[in-house]
């Protein structure tokens, strides 16, 4: 399994920014912006990808960055350099984060959670946060519309095969399940997507002390 995703990503990195081009321009990157306007502190982001949201950092001290997959780190690196030198990358996957409790004030998930392991992934995230420490998130999740949400349960299989994500998770009651509390939630639409990925929300848990 470990090996058919470090392919797939082998063969979608160098395509991922050119194929998420149009999305972002049409109001995805004003939605991470958006979203990381009041990140602070100590920060870490999962999943970071080719680092698109390396520009949105403005008030952080510090930030990490973890990615598993050698292909997007790669790119990974190649942004920080240009745009966030002061930032760390960490090759690791949201299920098993290498950093002592409690030791971020912030952690930024956009994307991430429909790939990973919920469960574990959130709860690394828990871990790793301070009592009172914020998680910023934007997911595509289950629509709440009936039809759109069948839709999305026939289309998981190819989505999951094709691109290794699931398009149908409750991700906002496993947020609520891993012990945060939702302080902002905001129901969106990704932008320039397919209909059956395109339910999507971003918002800010705290969590729990």
């Not at 930030?63 to 780190?73: C, N, R, W």
């Not at 905001?186 to 848990?205: S, Y």
Request: aromatic share 6%; hydrophobic share 40%; charged share 25%.
């Amino acid at each position: 399994m470990l090996a058919a995703m470090s392919l797939r990503w082998t063969i979608l990195a160098p395509l991922y920014d050119r194929m998420s081009r149009k999305s972002e321009a049409a109001g995805m990157g004003a939605m991470r912006e958006s979203l990381l306007a009041e990140a602070s502190g100590r920060a870490l982001e999962i999943g970071g990808g080719t680092g698109v949201n390396l520009r949105y950092y403005e008030g952080v001290d510090s930030l990490v960055v973890t990615e598993p997959e050698p292909a997007m780190l790669r790119r990974l690196h190649d942004r920080v350099h240009r745009q966030a030198p002061q930032a760390e990358v960490v090759q690791a996957p949201a299920e098993d984060l290498p950093f002592e409790d409690a030791s971020f004030d912030t952690v930024v998930s956009t994307l991430v959670l429909c790939g990973v392991d919920q469960e574990r992934s959130l709860g690394e995230v828990r871990r790793v946060l301070r009592p009172g420490g914020r998680l910023f998130f934007l997911e595509h999740v289950r629509s709440d519309d009936p039809g759109l949400a069948r839709l999305q349960d026939r289309m998981n299989p190819l989505n999951r095969f094709l691109v290794g994500c699931e398009c149908n998770r409750e991700t906002l009651a496993a947020i609520e399940a891993a012990g945060f509390t939702i302080s902002r939630v905001e129901r969106t639409t990704m932008p320039e997507a397919p209909k059956f990925v395109r339910p999507a929300i971003l918002g800010t848990a705290v969590a729990a002390g």
